[in-house]
């Protein structure tokens, strides 16, 4: 059992405070995953800049060497750090970089713990609370455009910071995932990307659901028609929340054993495993929920 948070501002631009926000809506569903939490959060982002964060010191290696480690590669593919941070588990750098993004995120993976790439994306995922989290990486005071959020409950692997969700479609920028179920032929759709030459780097099936996705897009299949290929090529219970840097989505299995909860006014558009998440974003006032049905799919845009 874990529960899946998301929401878009339709309004505002990247001003809105998609951080706050997100806090609360995991804060209400946080007794479905009280292992882990995470944030994939979204703002305008710029053409030539990518926003990169690893996992470091969560092991035995000493983190001065993995971050020198990163540095070494990121100097080899030309990328330019402009600015750099070490906030809790993570290192956080912003750089100037032009080139193949899957073939920079390939060498960082073979090397180091990606958590994120991206222009407009940034994912914070560790062990803990919505507000640990907030506590150790400041998610209070992002403003963005929309994000997704994540609470983990661990029940077919260990409890540390990279199992936990989000999870970004490696070497593909801005692209995110939160998953609430389990996928069934996960090993054969694995397999199937694998031979294409995709790279997976955990054992989360929640990370297949990001790759395919991203690979459809890739192909110019748009996002609502990828979410509706998934209904059919995805096999398990599964509720998922998907975001680009433009877009949000989810996706329904046809069983609907996952729950799914959505509101959507003329400011937003949220969703959520549990109405409580939702009404966070209203205290006090009755909201007009609704449940999407078995199969369900769908996405907006900013």
């Not at 882990?36 to 710029?46: I, K, M, P, R």
Request: net charge negative; glycine share 8%; with cysteine.
């Amino acid at each position: 059992m874990c529960g899946v948070a998301g929401i878009m501002f339709k309004n505002g631009g990247g001003s809105n405070e998609t951080g706050r926000a997100l806090i609360e809506m995991l804060d209400g569903c946080q007794h479905r995953g009280p292992d882990s939490t995470g944030f994939a959060l979204y703002d305008a982002g710029e053409d030539d800049r990518l926003h990169m964060r690893f996992f470091v010191g969560t092991g035995d290696e000493d983190p001065k060497a993995q971050i020198a480690r990163i540095k070494e590669i990121l100097a080899e593919h030309g990328v330019r750090v402009i600015k750099e941070e070490r906030q809790a588990n993570h290192f956080r750098a912003v750089a100037d970089f032009s080139g193949d993004i899957q073939k920079l995120s390939y060498a960082l993976e073979h090397a180091a713990k990606v958590v994120s790439i991206g222009r407009s994306l940034e994912i914070l995922k560790d062990v803990g609370s919505a507000h640990d989290i907030d506590k150790q990486y400041d998610v209070r005071h992002f403003k963005g455009s929309h994000g997704l959020g994540h609470v983990r409950m661990a029940t077919e692997s260990e409890v540390n910071p990279e199992a936990a969700h989000p999870f970004w479609a490696t070497g593909f920028e801005d692209l995110a995932i939160v998953h609430n179920g389990q996928i069934t032929n996960y090993f054969k759709m694995r397999r199937r990307l694998e031979r294409r030459g995709f790279e997976f780097h955990t054992d989360n099936d929640s990370e297949l659901i990001a790759v395919y996705l991203a690979d459809k897009l890739q192909q110019d299949v748009s996002l609502k028609e990828a979410l509706r290929m998934s209904v059919d090529d995805l096999d398990g219970t599964f509720s998922f929340l998907v975001s680009t840097k433009d877009e949000i989505g989810y996706a329904k299995d046809r069983l609907a054993a996952k729950p799914m909860i959505m509101y959507e006014d003329d400011d937003i558009i949220a969703l959520a495993s549990e109405e409580v998440s939702l009404n966070r974003l209203f205290p006090g006032k009755a909201l007009n929920t609704s449940e999407p049905p078995p199969g369900a799919y769908d996405t907006w845009s900013r």
